[in-house]
């Protein structure tokens, strides 16, 4: 497809279990963020992969969290030992970062996660 | 300072009036600025971007830069009530890592 696409669109699971969140970003995109958005809030920025560089993880609200992109491409987030306040909305987008003009974020539809 | 700051609102506009939405800056992110709007239940989408100092005009929407002032704002003229949304901010930094506001919530009176 020509967007950015998230599995799946809805997850509900029990407190305690673990999660996996998938984004697959446009081909070409060397930039991929994930954020979470809870009912009526702002974008909270989670974690950042820009190519081959270590990963900017200074959103992550606990260890229970981890991220990682496999081949530059698809990224998983995890979310281990689920907790009712991980409810919220999980938006993945990807950038191209090849100078001004080239590097507009563009957002998947999202995994609403439910934390019951 | 937070490197990219809105007011929340809600900003309240007439339709047909213009709406003007506005965003603060700090010197942490100083390459690209965008603004997207979001519906309730949706996700964000670009409507503008700009990288130099002055006006971009695309439709009903204008975008102004001001680097000596660091701010940036988005005008839309002929507010229609489809144009009820939030309205985020975002800049990029040195690191091409994309900040965001936490946006200004806007409502279009019919």
């Known amino acids: 497809g020509a967007g950015v696409s998230q599995s799946p669109s809805n997850k509900v699971t029990e407190k305690g279990k673990d999660v996996e969140l998938r984004c697959d970003p446009i081909s070409g995109h060397t930039a991929l963020y994930w954020y979470r958005q809870s009912l009526g809030q702002g974008l909270e920025f989670l974690i950042y992969?820009?190519?081959?560089?270590?990963?900017?993880k200074s959103g992550l609200p606990s260890d229970r969290f981890s991220a990682e992109r496999t081949g530059g491409s698809v990224s998983t987030l995890t979310i281990q030992r689920t907790q009712q306040e991980d409810s919220a909305v999980y938006l993945c987008a990807s950038s191209s970062v090849a100078g001004l003009g080239t590097d507009t974020q563009y957002f998947g539809p999202g995994t609403r996660l439910t934390v019951l | 300072q937070k490197e990219v700051e809105q007011n929340s609102g809600p900003l309240s506009v007439p339709e047909g009036a213009i709406a003007s939405l506005n965003c603060t800056y700090s010197d942490r992110v100083s390459q690209s600025f965008f603004w997207y709007r979001q519906y309730s239940g949706k996700s964000p989408e670009l409507i503008m971007s700009i990288y130099s100092n002055g006006d971009k005009e695309d439709g009903r929407f204008t975008a102004q830069l001001n680097k000596a002032s660091q701010y940036v704002s988005l005008l839309i003229r002929d507010s229609q009530p489809s144009d009820s949304a939030t309205y985020l901010c975002a800049a990029s930094n040195r690191d091409d890592k994309i900040i965001f506001g936490k946006g200004t919530r806007l409502h279009i009176l019919p």
């Open positions: 992969f820009q190519g081959n560089s270590a990963p900017d």
